[in-house]
């Protein structure tokens, strides 16, 4: 499972491919082509065949677009790369750009001329996001053209073929609900939205509503495809059936009218002639569904997708299998770090540690049956400064040693068929300094502030954000990424559209999983980040208070490191919820270990000196 990245120095990437772009632009009339590391499913992982960006650029990170100009080549990413970005893209060729503050639908509008034509792939954009260009190449005097055939796909003659993993049934165990249950409230809320039917784009919907599961993208069981869900129930499902063994291909026959992916066009061109009101995502469905619509005179209601709020808020079966889930990955967890604390400083790199936590994932998953299908995402491992590039991916070029006096990063998850799990710990490697403890132990107080907000309904990921900053802000720091993202059941680790975090406006429903790390980054030193996942819970009555409010239980089960904290910055309350963490720790996964890693997780576990004064 384990992969590195060293795209960055390969001669190919870079120049020789701009230089073929632009040739392809000079000989089509255009002045630019943008290049989105996005497909057309929007997903943060791409097939092979989709790494347009990573292809003409070299950058491997999840978000990120470049924009190619006859004279000149940018590439927009956000905080979390841009270290990344430097050690990847030729600088040479591209300027760095901010996706936050000055994305391409600011920039435009400063950048290109009058009369400046720049194409793009409507396929891979989405209608919210060509709105926001085309206003603002339209403030300039250029304009945005929309291509019939992407020009990376022309010039990259090698590129892979389009992904066939075999589909698999999930089991209604761990789905919680039949898919035609599922349909049928779907139908009803596309009827309420006043459309005939509704596209879905997003993969991850597609595997939740079918209750189906596939491996076209790394580390997130899906199979790509397109549905389109009727009112009516007259479901069709756009996938290649290729993927499809005999049982799965009887099963979802029932379900929809299977079509393969290229009649996918054609059906939603039909629909539109005959009148029907669409309804697509603007969010997250490709422009050129909107254009296929509106052209042959259908309707296009502009409405969120409709199974993803509905996938958000876990069944009782999905919860029950998060916290099976998360009892197995805490004993990894915990045997990699009782291991880890063996390891004598300087002789291990960062893809040592890596290899060994996939092994005892894989053991801990034969042991109890429940095999660890994949990891939820890379690994980042980051010692010393590379902790301190947020989004990290180890390759053979930059593993470091985990040398003494420095801080070392894992954040880590897995994906099993009952659960998808993500976790970080920061642990010293030999003694840290007090700088590092000051800092540890104020990231710990914002990820403890989270853990124990209570909140009423209709609160938002945006309106809790600052309660995992506050102690840093007191100290004048802070971090350059959101608090929490939601995290799917057997799905994507990164899930919308909960969310907390500045941009984070979906309001906070019980069954909700999300993420709780904050963390704090000294470039060229050190990085630390402390996560959890946690589950919104049902809102109830607080005694003596006038309205009920939700809460969040935590679901992760691993040992935080004790030697990183300074119990002197952390109030009563605070100690007093980090020991009852630590005894519900030891209680669940003590039985999961044994011999020298229960000896490490007991001590681990310990509770600590109460030396808070408030």
């Not at 709020?309 to 770090?337: F, M």
């Not at 002789?347 to 040592?352: K, P, Q, R, V």
């Amino acid at each position: 499972m384990f992969q590195t990245f060293d795209s960055a120095g390969d001669p190919a990437v870079g120049k020789p491919r701009v230089a073929l772009l632009r040739q392809w632009l000079a000989e089509n009339g255009l002045d630019g082509f943008m290049v989105p590391r996005a497909d057309e499913h929007q997903g943060e992982y791409v097939a092979d065949r989709s790494a347009r960006l990573k292809w003409l650029t070299g950058f491997s990170g999840s978000a990120g677009v470049a924009i190619v100009l006859r004279d000149r080549a940018f590439v927009f990413v956000d905080g979390r790369y841009t270290l990344q970005v430097r050690n990847e893209v030729d600088l040479g060729i591209f300027a760095i750009e901010s996706l936050i503050d000055n994305p391409p639908a600011s920039w435009i509008k400063d950048n290109l001329g009058k009369g400046a034509r720049l194409g793009f792939d409507p396929w891979l954009h989405t209608i919210g996001e060509v709105k926001a260009l085309k206003a603002s190449a339209e403030q300039s005097g250029a304009t945005l053209v929309p291509l019939d055939k992407n020009p990376i796909d022309i010039i990259w003659k090698d590129q892979p073929e389009p992904p066939r993993a075999p589909v698999e049934l999930h089991p209604i165990a761990f789905a919680g609900e039949l898919a035609k249950d599922k349909l049928a409230r779907l139908a009803r809320a596309i009827e309420k939205e006043g459309a005939t039917h509704a596209v879905l784009t997003d993969p991850s919907s597609i595997a939740w509503v079918f209750n189906i599961r596939g491996g076209d993208v790394p580390h997130t069981p899906l199979a790509l495809g397109f549905a389109i869900l009727a009112a009516d129930g007259k479901h069709q499902l756009f996938m290649d059936q290729r993927k499809f063994p005999r049982q799965v291909a009887a099963y979802l026959t029932q379900l929809a009218d299977p079509h393969d992916p290229d009649e996918f066009e054609a059906a939603i061109v039909d629909l539109a002639k005959d009148g029907a009101k669409i309804a697509l995502d603007p969010v997250l469905a490709a422009d050129k569904l909107r254009m296929l619509v509106e052209d042959n005179g259908g309707m296009v209601v502009q409405a969120s997708d409709p199974a993803r709020i509905p996938r958000a808020t876990k069944n009782q079966a999905e919860i029950a299998g998060s916290r099976a889930a998360h009892r197995r990955d805490g004993a990894a967890v915990a045997k990699l770090l009782c291991w880890l604390d063996r390891q004598k400083p300087g002789t291990l790199d960062e893809i040592a540690v890596v290899t060994k936590l996939e092994e005892m994932r894989r053991r801990t998953g034969e042991e109890t049956q429940m095999p660890l299908r994949d990891v939820s995402f890379d690994t980042i491992s980051g010692a010393g400064p590379n902790g301190a590039i947020m989004h990290y991916r180890v390759s053979r070029a930059t593993s470091r040693k985990l040398e003494s006096g420095e801080l070392f990063l894992l954040d880590s998850g897995g994906q099993y068929q009952d659960g998808t799990t993500d976790i970080t710990r920061t642990v010293p490697i030999g003694q840290p300094t007090e700088e590092m403890r000051e800092r540890f132990t104020l990231v710990l107080k914002g990820m403890i502030g989270i853990s124990t907000l209570r909140f009423p309904a209709g609160t938002r990921g945006s309106e809790i954000d600052a309660v995992a900053r506050m102690a840093l802000w007191k100290h004048g720091c802070d971090f350059a990424h959101g608090t929490g993202h939601g995290v799917g059941s057997y799905l994507a680790v990164h899930e919308g559209p909960q969310r907390i975090a500045r941009t984070g406006t979906e309001k906070l429903l019980a069954g909700m999983m999300l993420s709780n790390e904050p963390g704090y980054y000294k470039e060229g030193a050190y990085g630390i980040r402390i996560e959890n996942l946690i589950l919104v819970t049902q809102a109830e009555q607080i005694e003596g208070g006038d309205i009920a409010m939700h809460a969040f239980e935590t679901l992760t089960l691993a040992p935080i490191d004790k030697r990183l904290i300074r119990t002197d910055l952390l109030t009563r309350d605070e100690l007093h919820w980090l020991d009852q963490y630590h005894a519900w720790v030891l209680a669940e996964i003590g039985p999961m270990v044994d011999g020298e890693t229960l000896a490490w997780l007991e001590k681990a576990t310990a509770p600590l000196p109460h030396d808070a004064k408030i």
